[in-house]
């Protein structure tokens, strides 16, 4: 099976800054690795998928990158409804798999 | 648009059989796979298995044994079935969508049903 490992497990921000979000897979993955979004109460949102492709109505300031075993989750400039957790999923082999998540809090 | 409404109950008691549903809404069942995850109160994702509407399955191992997904087309129904439930299935039960693309057998899962909090408990 696939570990996905995610750091930071909590990062604190502000309005405006810049963060990096990294996931490391226990195996290469290609690039079939997504990230979702998941706010308090409510179900997980796809981002990003195949690494790097903006999900339709995501806004811009999310960007993803990578291949292989290590990628990246950027949000170029926070906005208050960024606050959330943030979540990397491999979907290379079975059983699919998550990182342990990102707590993004102000 | 697809939409994804789930049902169930919220309370299963120990040894009993968990039983969810997710009805689609907004586009034929038959199109894609349909998968079932779970989220422990405060802890990690985990991948349950997913379907298709022929009755194609594939079940992550660890629940494999304890674990049935079916499709009613007529419907337009997936369903999720967990027998011998302890207090470690106690989670937040989602449905979703499997949608493929990118290039190759990228997948990835949208839109998901709104989660059934399932509590395994006398």
Redesign the interface.
């Known amino acids: 099976d696939i570990q996905m490992t995610q750091s930071p497990s909590s990062l604190s921000a502000s309005v405006g800054d810049r963060v990096t979000i990294t996931c490391r897979a226990s195996h290469s993955i290609?690039?079939?690795l997504?990230w979702?979004q998941q706010k308090v109460g409510?179900?997980?949102?796809?981002l990003i998928?195949?690494a790097s492709?903006l999900?339709t109505g995501v806004p811009s300031r999310f960007s993803g990158s990578g291949s292989g075993t290590d990628f990246t989750l950027t949000i170029a400039s926070l906005e208050p409804e960024d606050f959330a957790s943030y979540?990397c999923?491999q979907?290379f082999s079975?059983?699919?798999?998550?990182?342990?998540?990102t707590k993004l809090e102000i | 648009q697809v939409q994804l409404q789930q049902s169930g109950p919220g309370l299963v008691k120990p040894s009993e059989t968990l039983s969810l549903t997710c009805t689609v809404s907004g586009d034929s069942i038959s199109r894609y796979y349909w998968t079932w995850l779970r989220q422990p109160p405060g802890r990690d994702l985990e991948w349950i298995g997913y379907v298709y509407y022929t009755g194609s399955t594939n079940y992550n191992s660890s629940l494999k044994s304890r674990l049935t997904m079916s499709v009613d087309t007529s419907k337009s129904q997936f369903s999720l079935t967990l027998t011998s439930v302890t207090a470690a299935d106690t989670a937040f039960y989602y449905c979703a969508r499997v949608v493929f693309g990118g290039g190759g057998g990228n997948n990835w899962f949208d839109p998901w049903g709104q989660g059934t909090l399932v509590i395994v408990s006398t």
């Open positions: 290609n690039n079939y997504n979702y409510e179900a997980p949102k796809v998928y195949a492709t999900q979540y999923q979907s079975t059983p699919y798999s998550f990182g342990q998540g």
